[in-house]
């Protein structure tokens, strides 16, 4: 019973210590977009500020600039001499970026960018896809 109390305990002071944390960060972003109107002000003082929406907040990351992973896929699959499925893609991509493939989390988070990237770059009759060895594998037209 102690030990669950303990436990307990120990969990609400961290979730209390995190909502300090998340308050200071909220207050110091209010004083940061204060910030910003004013000198939007400065600058046109009749512009309307509230006319500003906020945008959608995404903590993802971008590990391609615009256009390099469909440059990169078609480079691999160039150089292949057979057809690669998406695991051979992502592997080889990361490879070439510096990326830890060891890294599931990762690994599936760029798979996930390069099915898209793969699935435009079949929309436009750029590259197909196959089945081969029990799952879908990739060629360059030519």
């Known amino acids: 019973m102690q030990h ?9 002071g961290e979730l209390l210590g995190e909502l300090n944390f998340y308050k200071l ?11 910003i109107d004013i000198s939007i002000n400065v600058f046109d003082p009749s512009f309307d500020i509230k006319q500003i929406n906020p945008k ?3 903590t993802k990351k971008h590990y391609f600039k615009h256009g390099e992973s469909h ?4 480079d691999t699959l160039r150089q292949s001499q057979n057809p690669l ?7 080889e991509l990361m490879k070439r970026k510096g990326l830890d493939y060891e890294n599931m989390s990762l690994f599936n988070n760029i798979q996930q960018t390069l099915r898209g990237t793969l699935k435009k770059q079949e929309k436009n009759k750029i ?3 196959e089945k081969g060895n029990g799952n879908v594998q990739w060629t360059i037209l030519t």
């Open 4 to 12: 669950v109390m303990s436990q307990l305990i120990t969990k609400k």
């Open 56 to 58: 959608r907040y995404s």
């Open 71 to 74: 440059i990169m896929i078609l």
């Open 25 to 35: 960060k909220v207050q110091q972003l209010k004083e940061l977009i204060n910030s």
């Open 127 to 129: 590259i197909k896809k």
């Open 85 to 91: 499925n998406i695991d051979e893609i992502t592997l």
